[in-house]
């Protein structure tokens, strides 16, 4: 499955794509989660929660009229 499909899938409510999808972007979510240097779960928790409502905000139309 390619990553629009998959990021289709996951903005239609799709766990399993959602949580592919959020572990090809765990490595960045991870290095940004470290204030000077130091790991913070409580931002790893709010960057996890930023991404999964940016799946669901993300607009395809774009990526639709592409193929045409």
Not at 3 to 29: I, N, Q, T
Not at 30 to 57: H, M, P
């Amino acid at each position: 499955m390619n990553f629009k499909e998959l990021l289709m899938k996951a903005k239609r409510g799709d766990k399993e794509a959602r949580e592919e999808l959020f572990l090809m972007y765990r490595p960045m979510v991870l290095s940004r989660s470290r204030i000077k240097g130091i790991f913070s779960e409580d931002l790893y928790q709010e960057l996890s929660k930023t991404f999964v409502s940016c799946i669901e905000q993300f607009s395809i139309e774009g990526t639709e009229n592409e193929q045409k």
